[in-house]
């Protein structure tokens, strides 16, 4: 691939990427994508960001796009016997999330069409309770802040721009606002899934820090977020196959080595579970 393609939002887990792919790649091997649905501060933010690290960048607003979407859902109900079988789309999520998926086509067709691949940019809090639309930011070929929670976002941007005095830096207005998803006016992410300090003070419980206090009807809160977006962190649930079935011949055996070669062909794109049932349909099959 010839660089990356990153969607620069205005806010601080964009910028800290772009951070991150300067240091790793340099300027010329990044192209960002800047997609606003309606105008605020946080394009002008962007559009500073980029120009600070000298990096290419495009503005595509995906209000039309957006729009069309609807127009069209709104226009072409089907009617069949004098029952509508389609009804309008009333819900904010379902705008939001097709927001959010408007953007990802448009950054995996700017990848595609250049020979990029797609840096995502969400951190480890926002991934643990779901905070993200699946085939929307969630998706992308690389998604190195993963396992950073949100406070560490914020420190490695401070520590990024005291380490680079001289350098492209992070701009105070983005290290300062509160952060958004950006979909609707006056959204912030804290008034949808409570504040960053809470959730990291319990992820970090989670992984064995047992300095935070957390009270139980916040654990319980981030708890069932994190078991209700289960489904976003792993890959569609697969049935596994008998192996005879693939055969047709419930004799067949396989040598170890060819055993081994296939659970480890399957390490990346299981689950646990998955992973589990695909080994113990082999395990009449293998020629020891």
Avoid at 118 to 126: A, K, P
Avoid at 131 to 136: A, E, I, N, R, S
Wanted: charged residues 25%; negative net charge; proline residues 5%.
């Amino acid at each position: 691939m010839k660089g990356c393609e990153l969607g620069l939002s205005g806010g601080i887990d964009s910028a800290l990427m772009l951070a991150f792919a300067n240091n790793a790649l340099g300027k010329d091997k990044i192209h960002a994508l800047m997609m606003p649905y309606y105008g605020n501060s946080n394009l002008d933010d962007a559009i500073a960001l980029a120009r600070n690290f000298g990096i290419d960048y495009s503005i595509l607003g995906i209000k039309d796009i957006h729009d069309a979407f609807i127009k069209r859902r709104t226009e072409k109900r089907l009617i069949k016997k004098g029952k509508t079988l389609y009804q309008d789309w009333n819900k904010d999520i379902t705008s939001q999330n097709l927001m959010a998926r408007i953007r990802m086509c448009m950054l995996y067709a700017e990848a595609n069409e250049h020979d990029r691949i797609v840096l995502g940019t969400c951190n480890m809090s926002e991934i643990y309770v779901g905070y993200c639309t699946k085939h929307g930011d969630a998706a992308c070929d690389i998604e190195p802040m993963g396992n950073l929670p949100k406070r560490g976002v914020y420190e490695m941007a401070k520590f990024w721009n005291d380490t680079h005095p001289d350098g492209p830096k992070i701009p105070e207005a983005i290290l300062t606002k509160a952060p958004s998803a950006d979909l609707i006016p006056g959204q912030t992410d804290e008034a949808d899934i409570g504040p960053y300090e809470i959730l990291d003070n319990y992820i970090e419980n989670v992984f064995g820090n047992k300095s935070h206090l957390i009270n139980n009807r916040d654990a319980q809160r981030i708890l069932k977020l994190n078991l209700k977006t289960e489904h976003k962190r792993n890959m569609p649930p697969m049935p596994t196959i008998p192996f005879e079935l693939i055969t047709g011949d419930k004799d067949t055996k396989i040598s170890s080595k060819d055993f081994v070669n296939i659970l480890r062909t399957s390490l990346g794109t299981l689950n646990a579970t998955q992973f589990r049932d695909l080994a113990a349909s082999f395990l009449d099959v293998i020629d020891e």
